[in-house]
């Protein structure tokens, strides 16, 4: 019977115990010296309290980056909202225009995500995350500016520049900070600011657009305008509020920093079990920016980021298709501008409740899998609701399939994120194949900024089609990655019962970061 992934890494941890023992004169204080180094983070430091710790690290960390997150999704996605008010037919945008704008984001979105990655791991998350959001703050408040295609056309492409830094360095910020079993529930509060924002979208379009005619301006360019502005003065507020990394958080006392160290390198898939002093140490970590290429091109040719990638696009793809296009497929039911705005609010409300409920199940339960297909199939049922209704006679049917669709791609969202995370071992590595998974899979919200054409309202059958389709791409992807992670960990538990690795220095199996026999693949 093989081994369950807890209790496997105990018996990893006395495999190298052992292993270490073995090829040393090891003296009763070498001894005692090993077994106190694996103690648990508990035993380890007494007078620190877990849950206290991580309630400090939840309140000073995660409200302020999903205010940031928040604000970025609002930013990408109100061109929906301000085509609603008019942004087409003032800018007398033809054709699919409309759609190469939104494309055009997407693009440069994509394209900048990885040397985004790289830069923050140079500079640090405190300073790069701000200045990033004052730049795209300022690209919206000049987009409330543009007279033509092209205005428009070049304002989406700078702010896909501009905002590729953010959600990547926030979710590889977090891993810093939270071991594999907390990881999901972090990202999916996180994450969750991206529903909320579509709610907020609709509230706040509904009031702005009032101020047409203000100051002779059209009331989606105030949309633009004002909510650039308020991006900006969030962001020097940033520059204070971001923390970095656990070892330099003033909000925790030294002996907690060392606790919050020290459960990670203990994490039960850690970067490496023996050698762990030598891995955090400064000498070691000069090693690794001295083989930074090295770090990249182990990531470049993982098999395991392009598989997730394939499952990002099963939930990107028709997440950005669905939230740039909830108030035009609302309108086209029948109802007013008015309410196509505000209809879209308790969609999105119930999407986030749904998505912390799952991250939180997914990560007591430990597994990532089941639940991105549980995820998947709830789009399936949503999708084929919409398309199976008639949106005249039963535009009700159509607007509880798409608060079906939208509370499964929101949920499934974190729990891919979460799932190549705690496959990859090495911050370098982690940093890198996150970014690379982020941006190539955000290629995604360009296939579905096209799906839904003007041509085929009401219905917009191509649109939830090709959408299913993704989702399909997604549940056969889902299940030969959970497949593929199942038999290469019992592979590595034959090796090790074998003694294949038996010879290996503790060096050599970190340096082998997610490759290394101990480490076990999360399904």
């Known amino acids: 019977m093989p081994l369950q992934e807890d209790d496997f890494v105990v018996k990893a941890h006395d495999a190298f115990d052992e292993h270490k023992l073995e090829r040393s004169s090891t003296t009763n204080t070498d001894r005692r010296s090993t077994v106190s180094s694996r103690l648990p983070p508990n035993e380890k430091f007494p007078n620190v309290d877990e849950k206290k710790v991580l309630s400090k690290m939840d309140w000073h960390i995660l ?20 085509k609603v008010e008019g942004l087409a037919d003032d800018l007398n945008l033809k054709g699919n ?10 693009i440069s979105y994509a394209t900048f995500e990885v040397p985004s990655n790289v830069i923050l791991k140079l500079t640090k998350p405190s300073l790069y995350i701000p200045i990033i ?12 500016i543009v007279q033509n295609y092209m205005g428009l056309f070049w304002a989406r492409f700078f702010l896909g520049v501009a905002e590729a830094g953010l959600f990547p360095a926030v979710a590889y910020n977090l891993t810093s900070w ?16 991206a529903s909320i924002a579509g709610a907020f979208s609709g509230i706040l379009a509904f ?37 970095n990394y656990p070892d330099t958080a003033s909000f925790l006392t030294e002996e907690e920093r060392q606790f919050v160290l020290y459960r990670l390198a203990h994490d039960n898939n850690s970067d490496t079990l023996e050698g762990m002093e030598d891995h955090n140490s400064s000498f070691f970590e000069a090693e690794v920016k001295q083989q930074g290429w090295k770090y990249f091109k182990q990531a470049l040719f993982d098999w395991q980021i392009y598989g997730h990638v394939l499952i990002y696009y099963s939930i990107v793809a028709p997440t950005y298709g669905v939230s740039l296009f909830l108030p035009t497929i609302i309108l ?6 008015a309410h196509a705005q505000l209809m879209s609010i308790p969609i999105y409300v119930c999407a986030s409740i749904i998505s912390v409920i799952t991250a939180y199940c997914a990560d007591r339960v430990g597994k990532r899998s089941p639940f991105i297909i549980g995820c998947l199939l709830l789009m399936v049922v949503g ?11 039963k535009p009700g049917a159509i607007y509880a399939g798409v608060f079906i669709l939208t509370s499964g791609m929101y949920a499934g969202f974190p729990s891919v994120i979460a799932w190549l995370a705690n496959n990859l071992s090495g911050d370098y590595k982690r940093a890198i194949g996150m970014a690379m998974q982020i941006g190539l899979g955000n290629l995604g919200g360009a296939f579905g900024s096209n799906i839904y054409r003007a041509k085929d309202k009401p219905h917009f059958i191509l649109g939830h089609a090709v959408a299913l389709g993704f989702v399909g791409l997604g549940l056969i992807s889902t299940t030969i990655m959970a497949t593929t992670y199942y038999f290469i960990n019992r592979k590595r538990e034959r090796d090790i019962i074998e003694g294949k690795y038996k010879h ?6 970190a340096e082998m970061g997610d490759k290394n026999p101990y480490f076990r693949y999360r399904i």
């Open 63 to 82: 409200p302020f980056v999903s205010i940031l997150y928040l604000l970025a999704y609002l930013d990408r996605g109100n061109v929906g909202n301000a």
């Open 97 to 106: 225009e409309y759609n190469i704008c939104l494309t055009i984001f997407f």
């Open 133 to 144: 959001m004052i730049c795209w703050g300022l690209v919206m408040t000049l987009m409330g």
């Open 178 to 193: 939270y071991c594999r079993h907390e990881y999901q529930l972090r990202v999916s509060l996180f994450y969750s600011a």
């Open 207 to 243: 009031g702005i657009s009032k101020m047409d005619g203000v100051g002779g301006l059209e009331g989606w360019r105030w949309i633009f305008i004002l909510e650039g502005i308020l991006t900006v003065v969030v962001a020097f507020f940033a520059f204070y509020f971001i923390h």
């Open 332 to 337: 086209n039911l029948g109802y007013t501008s």
């Open 383 to 393: 999708f084929s609701v919409a398309i199976g209704s008639d949106p005249v006679t």
């Open 504 to 509: 290996y220095s503790g060096k050599q199996l």
